[in-house]
């Protein structure tokens, strides 16, 4: 068959990796390379140059299998990581590493103060308590904000540490992670075991930068790999479904697969069915700047209070996430300079220190979300048209690998050793 895939991401690629082999493919994006969050920029220092991630950084074998057998089948090399998380609030000055005593209490006078003292309780309590409210049942339906109300959580739980934890793990805005369902929240802690102290999965990083798959990955068929090419329309006619480029050039396929953000793939398709588009439409996306850097003023004042995922607290709340990542620490990177990934917070940047800008779109999960990707099925080869990505899962690499698999399982295709 001819078949079309729209996006290199993950997904896109795990794809036309599994399915080149026995059909036609024709693979197409917008941008200038290879990879969508899989963007690893090469730094120059004196005469070596540092791969630094911006985008995938890290994953584990636990969570992650799909990943990970893709990853063997490639020969693809990692390295174990740090995944430590610090909280530093503009508004009051407070910060904390949740490491370990030390870097908990990085501020001495924490100990004193019953309000921090409050929130560790409760940390402690949603820990205990979220795995049997999962056994129990929980309606997909009920918000972060009013299971935390419901369940009496203290402001400064809420505040300091639920809010910015999964601000920081979605690339969210606090305003919209308070509206994401807590069902969907709790189901993914405790599968990545970080309702626990003991017995966590150990993350790891890919040697050199996850832009070291792109290759492999790619190997047998990057010739028919179109970069610079926008695809606007996606029409069914006739038991085929045709492309528009930008330029204006109709191509036609006996299918396609869209490996692109759910809003993208839903403006893109033109003839869409009623229930395609009630389905597409459940999953929303927040527009993130990735700023590559080496000013250290946006992590914690306090040295102890260094993390790999840095999250900021702003003064006033802002419409977007304010989290920074330490990518010495993620990925092993040993220099003087410290190389930093910031989300947003341009503004507080040394602008001198920028590196480099990346723009980055990140799926906004809601009520509702549960029962459309249950369905998953329904949007795989639908009239010639199959739909793929990590907005079916958590929105992480391991989702874009699994919705990839699924649409070749329609194919009777699968991932080979």
């Not at 890290?58 to 990692?78: A, G, H, M, Q, T």
């Not at 970069?227 to 069914?236: A, H, M, Q, W």
């Not at 910031?342 to 940047?349: A, D, G, T």
């Amino acid at each position: 068959m001819k078949i079309a895939i729209v996006g290199t991401g993950i997904s896109g690629l795990t794809a036309a990796y599994v399915l080149h082999r026995e059909h036609d493919l024709h693979v197409f994006d917008a941008n200038n390379y290879i990879g969508g969050h899989t963007n690893t920029i090469l730094v120059k220092e004196g005469k070596k140059e540092i791969p630094v991630d911006t985008g995938f950084i890290v994953f584990n074998k636990k969570n992650y299998p799909n990943l990970c057998r893709l990853f063997d089948v490639l020969n693809i090399e990692s390295r174990k990581s740090d995944m430590s998380f610090s909280v530093h609030c503009e508004k009051t000055s407070l910060e904390y590493n949740g490491s370990d005593i030390n870097r908990v209490f990085s501020q001495r006078r924490n100990i004193l103060n019953l309000e921090f003292w409050r929130m560790l309780k409760d940390i402690m309590r949603f820990n205990d308590e979220s795995p049997v409210l999962l056994r129990n049942g929980i309606d997909d339906k009920i918000t972060v904000a009013e299971f935390a109300k419901q369940n009496k959580y203290s402001e400064k739980f809420i505040e300091y540490y639920l809010i910015p934890l999964g601000a920081s793990l979605w690339s969210s805005p606090a305003g919209h992670f308070r509206s994401f369902p807590i069902k969907f929240v709790l189901e993914f802690l405790d599968n990545h075991c970080m309702l626990q102290v003991n017995d966590r999965p150990q993350w790891r990083t890919v040697i050199g930068g996850s832009c070291k798959y792109i290759e492999p990955l790619t190997k047998g068929y990057s010739e028919k790999i179109h970069l610079n090419k926008s695809v606007v329309s996606v029409t069914r006619k006739n038991n085929q479904v045709e492309l528009m480029l930008s330029s204006g050039i109709t191509e036609l396929f006996d299918e396609v697969i869209l490996a692109t953000h759910a809003d993208t793939s839903r403006q893109l398709v033109k003839n869409i069915e009623p229930e395609e588009n009630n389905m597409l439409e459940i999953f929303k996306y927040q527009y993130n700047e990735a700023i590559l850097h080496t000013d250290t003023c946006i992590l914690p004042d306090n040295k102890r209070a260094w993390a790999s995922w840095n999250y900021r607290i702003p003064a006033t709340e802002k419409d977007y996430a304010s989290v920074s990542y330490n990518m010495n620490m993620l990925q092993g990177i040993e220099s003087e300079k410290i190389y930093n990934v910031s989300l947003n917070q341009s503004e507080q940047i040394d602008q001198d220190k920028i590196i480099r800008r990346i723009h980055y779109y990140h799926p906004i999960f809601q009520p509702g979300r549960d029962l459309v990707q249950s369905q998953h099925e329904k949007l795989i080869r639908r009239r010639g048209i199959s739909y793929c990505g990590a907005y079916w899962g958590y929105g992480f690499h391991e989702d874009g690998v699994r919705s990839a698999l699924a649409v070749c399982a329609s194919y009777n295709q699968t991932l080979t050793v």
